[in-house]
């Protein structure tokens, strides 16, 4: 089955916010083919479901390190009267059970399906940092050998101490 939208459009538009992989109102509407207006709607009608790990409001400061950072906003970002909403990866999952349709399906097993993709490439980080630090520990140690050896030849010598006074050689 050819996908609906390339997982890497969709990996572009997950967001590091609050320590959070999130996605932004905006780019979620823009995928589901609604007005962001009203996946909003459907939100507020639902909020039960919609707990604080789920989404949370933008700040006027995030809202303006976003807008400086996409130095001009493709996805209509701009020109909104409240701050934006952003989703976790659950309350993406959250959002299929509100926007009832087939596209919504669909578009979040993609959605889904990016997530893992980056768990999986953090996690794949992670472990190679660890292997990194792993062997880094280890030619310490080895090296370390090598450093004290070359400290010990750059001490210099001690002078040979010469007995004061004058001294004559031995007739043989």
């Given at each position: 089955?050819?996908?609906?939208?390339?997982?890497?459009?969709?990996e572009?538009?997950?967001?590091?916010?609050?320590?959070?992989?999130?996605m932004?109102?905006s780019?979620l509407?823009e995928?589901?083919?609604?007005?962001?207006?009203?996946?909003?709607?459907?939100?507020r009608?639902?909020i039960?479901?919609?707990?604080?790990?789920?989404m949370?409001?933008?700040?006027?400061?995030?809202?303006?390190?976003?807008?400086?950072?996409?130095a001009?906003?493709?996805?209509g970002?701009g020109?909104?009267?409240?701050?934006?909403?952003?989703?976790?990866?659950?309350?993406?999952?959250?959002?299929?059970?509100?926007?009832?349709?087939e596209?919504?399906?669909e578009?979040n097993i993609?959605?889904?399906r990016?997530?893992v993709?980056?768990?999986?490439?953090?996690a794949?980080?992670?472990?190679?940092?660890?292997?990194?630090?792993d062997?880094?520990?280890?030619?310490?140690?080895?090296f370390?050998v090598?450093?004290?050896a070359?400290?010990q030849?750059?001490?210099?010598?001690?002078?040979?101490?010469?007995?004061?006074?004058?001294?004559?050689?031995k007739?043989?």
């Open positions: 089955m050819k996908a609906l939208i390339p997982v890497e459009m969709i572009k538009k997950v967001l590091m916010i609050r320590g959070e992989k999130v932004l109102d780019d509407a995928l589901y083919g609604v007005p962001t207006r009203r996946l909003n709607e459907q939100v009608r639902n039960s479901r919609f707990h604080d790990d789920f949370f409001q933008l700040t006027s400061e995030e809202t303006e390190n976003l807008r400086s950072q996409f001009t906003s493709s996805s970002h020109g909104r009267r409240y701050l934006p909403y952003v989703f976790t990866e659950q309350g993406v999952a959250m959002l299929s059970s509100v926007l009832n349709s596209r919504a399906i578009v993609h959605i889904m990016a997530f993709k980056l768990r999986e490439m953090v794949s980080h992670k472990d190679l940092a660890k292997r990194f630090d062997l880094e520990k280890k030619y310490d140690a080895q370390k090598v450093f004290d070359i400290r030849l750059m001490i210099p010598p001690e002078p040979k101490k010469r007995k004061i006074g004058f001294w004559r050689e007739d043989e």
